[in-house]
Protein backbone atom coordinates (compact mmCIF):
# COMPACT_ATOMS: atom_id res chain seq x y z
CA UNK A 1 0.00 0.00 0.00
CA UNK A 2 1.76 3.31 -0.98
CA UNK A 3 2.25 6.55 1.30
CA UNK A 4 -0.12 9.07 0.08
CA UNK A 5 0.81 12.85 1.28
CA UNK A 6 -1.63 15.49 0.31
CA UNK A 7 0.06 17.85 -2.21
CA UNK A 8 -1.03 21.21 -0.26
CA UNK A 9 -0.55 21.64 3.26
CA UNK A 10 -0.47 24.28 6.46
CA UNK A 11 3.32 24.35 7.81
CA UNK A 12 4.98 26.74 9.84
CA UNK A 13 7.17 29.00 7.50
CA UNK A 14 10.07 30.03 9.35
CA UNK A 15 10.36 32.92 6.99
CA UNK A 16 6.65 34.17 6.92
CA UNK A 17 6.82 33.55 11.22
CA UNK A 18 3.36 31.59 11.01
CA UNK A 19 1.03 29.30 9.31
CA UNK A 20 0.68 29.23 5.65
CA UNK A 21 0.39 26.74 2.93
CA UNK A 22 2.63 24.74 1.53
CA UNK A 23 3.18 22.64 -2.08
CA UNK A 24 4.73 19.58 -1.86
CA UNK A 25 6.99 18.41 -4.20
CA UNK A 26 9.70 15.63 -4.17
CA UNK A 27 13.63 16.40 -5.43
CA UNK A 28 15.23 14.23 -7.88
CA UNK A 29 18.78 13.31 -8.25
CA UNK A 30 20.68 15.89 -10.41
CA UNK A 31 23.39 15.07 -12.70
CA UNK A 32 26.49 14.21 -11.58
CA UNK A 33 29.28 17.24 -11.97
CA UNK A 34 32.37 16.37 -12.51
CA UNK A 35 34.09 19.04 -10.60
CA UNK A 36 32.41 17.69 -7.25
CA UNK A 37 35.21 16.96 -4.61
CA UNK A 38 34.20 12.59 -5.12
CA UNK A 39 34.56 12.87 -8.71
CA UNK A 40 37.65 14.61 -8.73
CA UNK A 41 39.42 12.59 -6.03
CA UNK A 42 37.94 9.38 -8.14
CA UNK A 43 39.57 11.03 -11.33
CA UNK A 44 43.38 11.47 -9.02
CA UNK A 45 43.21 7.78 -8.05
CA UNK A 46 42.99 6.50 -11.69
CA UNK A 47 45.41 8.22 -13.26
CA UNK A 48 48.96 7.12 -13.49
CA UNK A 49 50.58 3.58 -13.06
CA UNK A 50 49.15 0.69 -10.54
CA UNK A 51 46.03 0.39 -10.08
CA UNK A 52 45.46 2.54 -6.62
CA UNK A 53 44.78 -0.01 -4.31
CA UNK A 54 41.94 -1.48 -6.41
CA UNK A 55 42.69 -4.79 -6.79
CA UNK A 56 43.79 -5.02 -2.81
CA UNK A 57 40.27 -4.89 -1.37
CA UNK A 58 38.15 -7.71 -0.79
CA UNK A 59 34.99 -7.68 -2.98
CA UNK A 60 31.88 -6.12 -2.43
CA UNK A 61 30.01 -8.94 -1.80
CA UNK A 62 32.30 -10.03 0.71
CA UNK A 63 31.47 -6.69 2.99
CA UNK A 64 29.82 -7.04 6.17
CA UNK A 65 26.61 -4.67 5.91
CA UNK A 66 22.53 -4.16 6.43
CA UNK A 67 21.79 -2.78 3.07
CA UNK A 68 18.45 -0.29 3.58
CA UNK A 69 15.69 -1.64 1.26
CA UNK A 70 13.40 1.08 1.87
CA UNK A 71 14.15 4.32 0.09
CA UNK A 72 14.40 7.82 1.61
CA UNK A 73 11.99 10.24 -0.66
CA UNK A 74 13.92 14.08 0.06
CA UNK A 75 10.76 16.91 -0.35
CA UNK A 76 10.27 19.96 -0.46
CA UNK A 77 8.49 22.19 0.45
CA UNK A 78 7.13 26.12 -1.47
CA UNK A 79 5.81 27.94 1.11
CA UNK A 80 2.76 29.94 -1.46
CA UNK A 81 3.32 33.22 0.11
CA UNK A 82 6.83 33.81 0.06
CA UNK A 83 7.76 31.61 -2.54
CA UNK A 84 11.02 30.44 -0.06
CA UNK A 85 11.36 26.72 -0.02
CA UNK A 86 12.56 24.40 2.73
CA UNK A 87 13.50 20.49 2.91
CA UNK A 88 11.75 18.03 4.70
CA UNK A 89 13.96 16.62 7.35
CA UNK A 90 14.40 12.99 6.99
CA UNK A 91 12.35 13.08 3.76
CA UNK A 92 9.93 10.22 3.89
CA UNK A 93 10.34 6.58 4.11
CA UNK A 94 8.27 4.33 2.04
CA UNK A 95 8.67 1.21 -0.84
CA UNK A 96 5.71 3.54 -3.02
CA UNK A 97 5.15 7.75 -2.09
CA UNK A 98 2.41 8.89 -3.85
CA UNK A 99 1.31 13.01 -3.64
CA UNK A 100 -2.29 12.98 -3.97
CA UNK A 101 -4.32 16.36 -4.61
Known amino acids: MPMKVPKKMKRYCKHCKKQTEHTLAVVHKGKRSSLMAGQRRRDRVKVGHGDGGHYSKKPIKNWARNAK ?33
Do not use: R, W
Request: charged share 35%; with cysteine.
Open 69 to 101: VTPCKDANLECNVCKKKSIVKGGYKAKTFEITK
